[in-house]
């Protein structure tokens, strides 16, 4: 048997502070996670300064835990992965010091990872990836479908053009006055209700694989007032319902369209926070039975949210590669897949 690869991953994009240990890019030996959402809560919203501040205080208890519960030492350690962005640039900015700081002292690489190829490589805990590859990515900052076409490869074929479904989420849920990060509530609501309103399906009927969910927000926030001024009581399952309706079947229809235009896709990927959207992975389960030779993999629940697990996922695949940054690695809050028409050119 070969040696095994053992790392060690750092995940502080936003208000999670995260710290694993992965054995050969498949296996959780620890993965503590550090939320700071009640520290948000009251600001309806994560607010950077704060978000920093309590990183920076949660970071190296995180990593004693991680390194505890894994029973390893840093001997042990193969390298050290770390998310450098997309995020808050603050935040990044502790993880990546806290990996540097690491490899440093014990002498291993470092790996720099795209906190997006993270959500995708959560999957992994499910099963081997199989390329060509489609992912379904929808999180609190990103909706977008990325083209797998060989491992280390992504490539973005459609986006949103305003708001990512999670933020929409997060937004029509401080309407009726749901906590910070609303999703996971609405979703419950969702269940109890009904699609009564029929809400706006934005560019569903459009050639393209992008995403709009501005306009739906708009409809709902418009709804509540309107029935506000005129003192008219509405259900509130059923506004959860009729939104959580639209949002699925935006994302169900445009990943649906990219599998027809990717035939060779031998795997769909659902990935990131909302993810764990239970309409969105029922809808989603029943429409790939139209598409018998792709193969489903979904997150696990547990891994939709931000952790760093999916960050030493990913980063076991890139260290493979022989992706490595060098102790001048700097945060990248505006970090990206590069998009298809950027590739073509
Ligand atoms: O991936 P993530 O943890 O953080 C980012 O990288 O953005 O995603 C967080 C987002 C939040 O907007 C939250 O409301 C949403 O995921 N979310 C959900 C559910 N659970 C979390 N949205 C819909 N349904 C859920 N069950
Ligand atoms: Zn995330």
Known sequence: MGKRTLILAFESSCDETSVAVIENGAIILSNVVATQIKSHQRFGGVVPEVASRHHIEQVTWCLNAAMQEAHVTYDDLTAVAVTYGPGLVGALLVGVAAAKAVAFAHHLPLIPVNHMAGHIYAARFVGEIKFPALALL?????????????EGSFVIIGDTRDDAAGEAY?????????????????DAMAHRGRDTFNFPRAMLQEDNLDFSFSGL?????????HADQVG???SRDDLAASFQQAVVDILVTKTTRALRQYPTTRQLILAGGVAANTGLRSQLTDAMRAFPRVELLQAPLKLCGDNAAMIGAAGTMLYRHGVRAGLDLNADPSL???YLDEIEK
């Open 170 to 186: 997060d937004k029509v849920g401080r309407v009726l006055g749901v906590a910070y990060p609303a999703g996971k509530e609405l």
């Open 217 to 225: 927000k708009s409809a709902f926030i418009n709804a509540v007032h």
């Open 232 to 234: 008219e009581q509405l």
């Open 336 to 338: 990206e897949f590069p």
């Open 138 to 150: 929808v999180s609190g900052g990103h909706t977008e479908l990325v083209w797998l076409k060989e």
